[in-house]
Structures are given as structure tokens and as C-alpha cells.
């Protein structure tokens, strides 16, 4: 266990800590004032965790494939809780919109694992890791937003109105940069299914 395998497990785990403090923050006695200063501070413990690992990995020369496997598996984890819980509480996004995301990651996740078990290595894309920074842009966004509600300077429909928007946004391209992925990698993903089974 290295420093950065550490630093992506606390990220995982700090997933149901959100969805915690988000949903039952009165019975823990903090107001809606504060809540968004807590859901703010998970966020960038997260964000900043994601972005130090691979930096740890790398420097510390400590790169594993474990490592590869759930770096990309936490992002997806605490993301997808972070909209998951949205869909509770003041924001109330709908499901269905924010399952996009879980389909997406899913999918690609399967055609990765498959792939590589018939010994088809698939990189990632630029349009993966744009998807991820505007994942996690609207998240700070609607965490943001939750503030000017609490102090009573914009209304709970505008602030689920704007929250709703941003996340169509998202969801939009989402979509094409997982249809982009299996286009740029189509010669791959053929030869890897062509393979027979066993072959490495």
C-alpha cells in the first residue's frame, strides 16, 4: 500500500460522507448556513486527492496497476455519489439524468476490463478527462449556488432550475465523450472481441 493508493481509498471513502452530511446535516446540528462550507471543504479534499495521487504515484516512482484500476474507479464513485445525492434534498435533480453518468462510466469500465483480459490495453481520452473536470466544475457549481439560496438571495426553484441546467450540460457531453471514446478506440475494441477467449 503506497501513499497514493491511500490517498484514492480515502477518496471512496469519503463518498458516503457527502451523501451523510448532505442529506441529515439538521440532525448533526448543522444549519443550512454552514452546509454548503462542509459540502465545499469534501469536495476539494476529494478533488485535490485526485489530483495528488498520481502526482505521488509518479514521483515517488510507485505506479501499480492496482493503481490505474482504482483511480479512475474512485473519480467514478464519488462523482456519481455527489449527483446521486443531488437527486435528494434541496437540489432534486432527476434520477434518470444523473444515471447517464453511471451508465457511461459503466459501460466504458466493462469495455476497458474486457479488453484487457483479452490483452487489448485501451488508453484514455482527452475527451474523458475534460468530461471528469466539467463533472466536477458543475458539482463545486451547485455547491456554490446552495449559498446565495441559504442567505435567502435566490429563490429554491431558480437554485434547482440552474442546478438542473448545468447538469443537462454535463450529461450532453458525457454522452458524446463515451461514444467518442469507443469510436477512437473501434480498431481495438474489434480485435480485442475477435480474440478468442483465453488469449492474452
Known sequence: MSVALYLTLARIAFSPLFLVVYLYHESWGVSLYILPYILLFLMSICE???????????????????????????????????????????????????????????????????????????????????????????????????IPYSLGIITLDLLRDISLYSIVTVAVYTVYSGLEYIYANRTYIKKALLLPSGVN
Open 48 to 146: 485535490l486527492s485526485d489530483l495528488f495521487d498520481g502526482m505521488v504515484a509518479r514521483a515517488t516512482n510507485q505506479v501499480t496497476d492496482l493503481g490505474k484500476l482504482l483511480d479512475p474507479m474512485a473519480d467514478s464513485i464519488f462523482r456519481l455519489s455527489v449527483f446521486l445525492t443531488f437527486t435528494q434534498g434541496l437540489i432534486q435533480l432527476p434520477l434518470p439524468l444523473v444515471l447517464i453518468f453511471f451508465y457511461r462510466d459503466s459501460a466504458i469500465s466493462t469495455l476497458r476490463t474486457v479488453c484487457a483480459l483479452r490483452g487489448v490495453a485501451l488508453a484514455a481520452r482527452l475527451s474523458g478527462k475534460i468530461k471528469a473536470v466539467l463533472q466536477a466544475i458543475v458539482a463545486f457549481f451547485i455547491i456554490i449556488l446552495m
